[in-house]
């Protein structure tokens, strides 16, 4: 290596040179040869590059004993056999990172062939539910099924138990109205008429006070006020029709006796005489006789 150095300072000192003749001369005097000597050639060249546009040779000696001390202090390493040792550092594997996906989360979904999508100006974009929104939709849709059912469940049993309380309350009803019905017949077994005139209409017509009105009834077991006249004057041979406007038949007169019909509108009773009618007067009263309470025609039938 000294060699080449003092080879270097003859060769600055009788040539001119420049960097690539320094660079072969170099090589061929064994400078290069070792690792130190590529350190030596690079300082040697900016120094020689130097000198030469200065023209002073001072910077290239200063320049060579600077890398002669560089190889002095730190010779290059050599094995036993003088070959170069090679240095190698290995540094360790970095553990690759993967991009994450920016679409990792994303879902497809399906959309039908012939969907509308409208033109350029108007896009329509159909609305897709996502699997989140399918899954609450179908939930809601079984727990309003769920409420129904319960709800059919409930009015199944409600009308079962109103049938079968309807069925009771009829079993009932009839049992009371057969009841009734004896006992009305029992109760209003008066005695037949002996004479066909207006005394003998109005004995047998106040008899029954105490009936009960039964709208469009016709019997002692209730009756409505036509169906009471009808009742009574068919007992002396009359026909009447069951109906208020109908009934005025006969004569009619302006100084009323006994067994006279009474009639007004909507309404029909049996004058007793003294100012006295039995008629079947309303449900809450039922059969009654009072005074007479207000302006009546009077037809004479018997």
Not at 197 to 221: D, E, H, I, L, M
Not at 266 to 284: D, E, Q
């Amino acid at each position: 290596m000294m060699e080449g150095f003092r080879a270097s300072l003859v060769f600055l000192e009788e040539k001119r040179f420049s960097g690539c003749c320094f660079l072969c001369f170099l090589r061929r005097k064994g400078a290069l040869e070792c690792t130190a000597g590529w350190h030596i050639c690079v300082i040697l060249v900016k120094s020689l590059m130097m000198a030469k546009k200065k023209r002073v040779l001072t910077s290239a000696i200063l320049a060579l004993a600077t890398v002669a001390a560089f190889n002095l202090a730190a010779p290059a390493a050599v094995a036993s056999d003088n070959t170069p040792v090679a240095s190698v550092r290995s540094f360790p594997a970095q553990k690759r990172v993967s991009a994450r996906s920016a679409f990792i989360e994303a879902t497809s979904v399906d959309v039908s062939e012939d969907s509308d999508w409208g033109g350029v100006e108007s896009l329509k974009v159909n609305t897709v539910e996502s699997p989140a929104q399918k899954a609450a939709k179908k939930a809601k849709a079984a727990a309003k099924a769920k409420a129904k059912a319960e709800a059919q469940q409930k009015a199944a049993s409600r009308s079962a138990t109103r049938t079968a309380q309807k069925s009771t309350n009829t079993s009932s009803s009839s049992s009371t109205s057969s009841s009734s019905s004896s006992s009305s017949s029992s109760s209003y077994n008066v005695a037949a008429p002996t004479s066909k005139n207006g005394a003998a209409v109005a004995a047998y017509a106040q008899q029954f006070a105490g009936v009960p009105y039964v709208w469009g009834g016709t019997t002692p077991s209730g009756w409505d006020c036509s169906g009471f006249t009808q009742y009574v004057f068919a007992k002396f041979g009359v026909s009447l029709v069951h109906q208020t406007e109908a009934q005025r038949v006969g004569t009619k007169v302006s100084n009323p006796q006994p067994g006279d019909l009474m009639w007004t509108h909507n309404h029909v009773g049996i004058y007793l005489g003294n100012g006295m009618m039995v008629h079947a007067a309303n449900p809450g009263k039922g059969t009654v006789v009072q005074a007479v309470y207000q302006t009546f025609d009077y037809y004479r039938i018997v």
